[in-house]
T-cell receptor, first 114, second 115 residues
Framework: GAVVSQHPSRVICKSGTSVKIECRSLDFQATTMFWYRQFPKQSLMLMATSNEGSKATYEQGVEKDKFLINHASLTLSTLTVTSAHPEDSSFYIC??????????FGPGTRLTVT | GNSVTQMEGPVTLSEEAFLTINCTYTATGYPSLFWYVQYPGEGLQLLLKATKADDKGSNKGFEATYRKETTSFHLEKGSVQVSDSAVYFCALSVLSGGSNYKLTFGKGTLLTVNP
C-alpha cells in the first residue's frame, strides 16, 4: 500500500515554456502533498506544502508565481513550472501524506530545460 | 530551527562489512526520526523510523536507536550487501503549522558496497 506515482518521469522542454508534473496517490487519500527539489548529489529541499482544497504554502525563497501548485483532489496534486529556464533543471519529487506522520514519496521527475 | 547533520560520504565498504552512518539533529519540539534510502534515479523509500526516545527502528537488517540525550539517530547494519549501495538520508519530522508534519533532511550519504 501507500503508493505514489509521478508523471512524467523525465521531461525536456525549451526555455520559456511551461511544464506540468503530476503526483498521484494511488491507494490512499492524500490530505497533504509536498513538493521537493533535489539538486545533483544534494539533499531534498522542500518547496511547498499543499492541503487538498487549499492554497499551497511555499517555503521561503520559492517563487509561488513560478512554481504553481494545485491540489484539487485527495489523490492528485500538480506542479507547473512556468516560463522554465535552464536553472530550473532539477529532480522534482513529491510526497503524500494521509494526514498522519508518514510521507510516501513518488519516484521523481527529471526536468531538463534547454 | 530544525536541522539534521549526517556524516559526509562517500562511504565505500566491502560486502559483509559493518556499516555506521552517523546522524545528529537539532529540533524545536519533540521530533520523530527517519532514515530514507534513495536508489539511483529513484525517489525516496522509508527505511525505518522511531517516534520517541529509546525507540529502535529496524528494517532489512538496518537499525537505528532514537537517543534523546545525545540527539542522535545513527544507522547501523552488521553485514552490508552490494544491493545496499544507495544514498541514505536521515530526517526529522515535527508538527508544523498546526496540522502538517514537515520533514527536514540531512545532506545524504552515498554508500557503495563492493563485492
Amino acid at each position: 500500500g501507500a503508493v505514489v506515482s509521478q508523471h512524467p518521469s523525465r521531461v525536456i522542454c525549451k526555455s520559456g515554456t511551461s511544464v506540468k508534473i503530476e503526483c498521484r496517490s494511488l491507494d490512499f487519500q492524500a490530505t497533504t502533498m509536498f513538493w521537493y527539489r533535489q539538486f545533483p548529489k544534494q539533499s531534498l529541499m522542500l518547496m511547498a506544502t499543499s492541503n487538498e482544497g487549499s492554497k499551497a504554502t511555499y517555503e521561503q525563497g520559492v517563487e509561488k508565481d513560478k512554481f504553481l501548485i494545485n491540489h484539487a483532489s485527495l489523490t492528485l496534486s500538480t506542479l507547473t513550472v512556468t516560463s522554465a529556464h535552464p536553472e530550473d533543471s532539477s529532480f522534482y519529487i513529491c510526497s503524500a501524506s494521509g494526514g498522519r506522520l508518514e510521507q510516501y514519496f513518488g519516484p521523481g521527475t527529471r526536468l531538463t530545460v534547454t | 530551527g530544525n536541522s539534521v547533520t549526517q556524516m559526509e560520504g562517500p562511504v565505500t565498504l566491502s560486502e559483509e562489512a559493518f556499516l555506521t552512518i552517523n546522524c545528529t539533529y537539532t529540533a524545536t519540539g519533540y521530533p520523530s526520526l527517519f532514515w530514507y534510502v534513495q536508489y539511483p534515479g529513484e525517489g525516496l523509500q522509508l527505511l525505518l523510523k522511531a517516534t520517541k526516545a529509546d525507540d529502535k527502528g529496524s528494517n532489512k537488517g538496518f537499525e537505528a536507536t532514537y537517543r534523546k540525550e545525545t540527539t542522535s539517530f545513527h544507522l547501523e547494519k552488521g553485514s552490508v550487501q552490494v544491493s545496499d549501495s544507495a544514498v541514505y538520508f536521515c530526517a526529522l519530522s515535527v508538527l508544523s503549522g498546526g496540522s502538517n508534519y514537515k520533514l527536514t533532511f540531512g545532506k545524504g550519504t552515498l554508500l557503495t558496497v563492493n563485492p
